[in-house]
């Protein structure tokens, strides 16, 4: 079996200014924790391409994908950063790292089509669950996820995704694409209060919303999962998996109050992968989301690695 892993140096130059969370270090750090533990020759490193407009008017309105896309040319050329939440800031890089981390989630899904690999992770930035139909918000411009999701669709043939969401933040942006798409599945954790304060009733019969009380931990977390994402995800049968992998639930990470651990997200991928391997095939394509303390982001994606490489 082989593991695709898609980045680019580009992702790095999106830059939302000192003192950041979502910051170029994210990469560097998942990079070396990879080297230094040896799974990085487990991995097929890929470069991730520019996405085609075509396939963000998958997920988004056209109107939006060509004001976002003026948008970020203009920040690129001017040199002249530009907020567009106060947390979401376009750098004059922004443009090319936005086009590479929804480029890198398409091409993974193609990849894992053709069969030239089993499964995918994107290790890219910036990340995308919070991009709505209509807007950027939360760290996000495009919904990386979303667009492959529907690329696998609308372009591809497939008639049902799922998609997991493990970010400590409700997949707000994700939610409000698929929602009654009955051809996505989406299952999620998240804590509940928190950023964007959405999720507490789902939008649609597609999705399975699990609010987690702040401070709860990883046997609880565990518990809820199989209880509600299980048979769900086995009554659906998708035909591939895509992961929003967001790694702020962790512990150690300041931007949340769960508590999970890498053995966590271990169990996590292995029931992700337990499904996809019995109903599709074992196609599965993970983009990185959130995860904020770079000590633990980058032990936490390799805990997610090693399962999806197996090794
Ligand atoms: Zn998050």
New binding site residues.
């Given amino acids: 079996m082989t593991t695709a892993f898609y980045s680019h140096p580009d992702c790095r130059r999106h830059d939302m200014g000192r003192g950041h969370p979502e910051c170029p270090q994210r990469l560097d750090a998942i990079d070396d924790y990879l080297l230094a533990k040896g799974v990085d020759i487990a991995l097929d490193r890929r470069e991730a391409p520019l996405v085609a407009l075509s396939d963000l008017a998958l997920a988004h309105s056209s109107g939006y994908v060509a004001e976002l896309s003026d948008l970020l040319d203009q920040v690129s050329s001017s040199g002249q950063p530009c907020a567009l939440d106060p947390d979401t800031i376009a750098s004059p890089g922004s443009l090319v790292a936005v086009m590479r981390a929804a480029g890198a989630a398409v091409a993974a899904t193609d990849a894992v089509l053709d069969g030239t690999v089993e499964n995918a992770f994107c290790s890219v930035r910036p990340?995308g669950?919070?991009a709505t139909r209509e807007s950027a918000m939360?760290?996000c411009f495009f919904n990386n996820v979303a667009v492959a999701a529907r690329h696998a669709l609308d372009v591809r043939g497939l008639e049902r995704v799922a998609i997991v969401d493990f970010?400590?933040?409700h997949g707000n942006g994700t939610e409000d694409i698929i929602a009654n798409d009955e051809r996505v599945l989406m299952v999620s954790i998240?804590q509940h209060p928190l950023?964007p304060y959405s999720g507490g009733v789902p939008k649609g019969t597609n999705m399975v919303n699990l609010p987690i009380a702040p401070y709860t931990r990883g046997p609880e977390v565990r518990a809820l999962i199989e209880a509600n994402w299980m048979p769900r995800l086995e009554a659906f049968r998708p035909q591939m998996i895509f992961v929003s992998a967001?790694f702020?639930?962790h512990r150690d990470d300041d931007?949340?109050q769960l508590g999970l651990v890498e053995a966590d997200y271990q169990w996590m991928t292995e029931q992700i992968k337990a499904v996809a391997d019995r109903h599709a095939n074992g196609r599965i394509v993970s983009c990185l989301?959130?995860?904020?303390n770079l000590r633990a982001l980058a032990r936490s994606v390799a805990a997610h690695l090693r399962v999806l490489a197996g090794v």
């Fill in positions: 990340p669950h919070h939360g760290f970010d400590v933040h998240f950023y967001g702020d639930a931007l949340g989301e959130g995860g904020y």
